[in-house]
Structures are given as structure tokens and as C-alpha cells.
């Protein structure tokens, strides 16, 4: 098992930044593939971003458009997302989870973080 705790969350004006970080402890932080989800307000949690054991392939949701970073440091056992360019539409609680398994749903992810809220004013 792995537990995963993220931070990094806050209020910040649109076009601003933010750097999330999802801390593990527990397994081997390097046996998982790991990603990024995001839930607004009264909809679905969706996919963000997910990056290799390694760290040398990640893979984004379309609407990030190359404003975020999916990046992970598997000394420090720790994961992060450098949010760019934000959006009010990018307002939503963010998780972190982790799998062993293949895919990019919800479904396919075992472990997740309790979720840190970010907030984007306009």
C-alpha cells in the first residue's frame, strides 16, 4: 500500500501559478505509475495528468493544452504539478492517486489523496 497526501493549493488570480506536491509513504513510491485528478463543483472527477514509473513518459488531459507539468522525484518520494497560465475554470479540488495497473480512469487508479482545493479568481 501507499498513502499520499497533497499540498500546494490556494487562491490565485487568473493567469497565475501554482505548484502541487503529493507526497508517499508506505510502498516503494517508484513501483507506481501516478496521476493527477481534478472534481469542480457539482461534476465528475476527470483525468489530468499521469506519468511513468520512471518518470519518462507522462501523458495530459487535452484541456491542459501545455500549461501544466507532471513531474516526479522518486528519491524524495514525492510527486508535483506546475499549474501555468490558470484558468477560473480550472477551479477544483486536485488529487493525486497511484497504480500499478495500465489506463488513465478512475477506475484504473488504487490510492488516492484526501485532495488539496485550488481556486482561480478572474
Known amino acids: 500500500q501507499v498513502q499520499l497526501v497533497e499540498s500546494g493549493g490556494g487562491l490565485v488570480q487568473a493567469g497565475g501559478s501554482l505548484r502541487l506536491s503529493c507526497a508517499a509513504s508506505?510502498?516503494?513510491?517508484?513501483?507506481?505509475?501516478m496521476g493527477w485528478f481534478r472534481q469542480a463543483p457539482r461534476k465528475e472527477r476527470e483525468f489530468v495528468a499521469t506519468?511513468?514509473?520512471?518518470?519518462?513518459?507522462?501523458n495530459y488531459a487535452d484541456f491542459v493544452e501545455g500549461r501544466f507539468t507532471i513531474s516526479r522525484d522518486n528519491a524524495e518520494n514525492t510527486m508535483y504539478l506546475q499549474m501555468n497560465s490558470l484558468k477560473p475554470e480550472d477551479t477544483a479540488v486536485y488529487y493525486c492517486?497511484?497504480?500499478?495497473?495500465?489506463?488513465?480512469?478512475?477506475?484504473?487508479?488504487?490510492?488516492w489523496g484526501q485532495g488539496t482545493q485550488v481556486s482561480v479568481s478572474s
Open positions: 492517486a497511484a497504480t500499478t495497473r495500465p489506463g488513465r480512469s478512475i477506475e484504473d487508479f488504487d490510492y
Open positions: 508506505g510502498r516503494t513510491f517508484s513501483s507506481y505509475r
Open positions: 506519468i511513468s514509473r520512471s518518470g519518462a513518459s507522462t
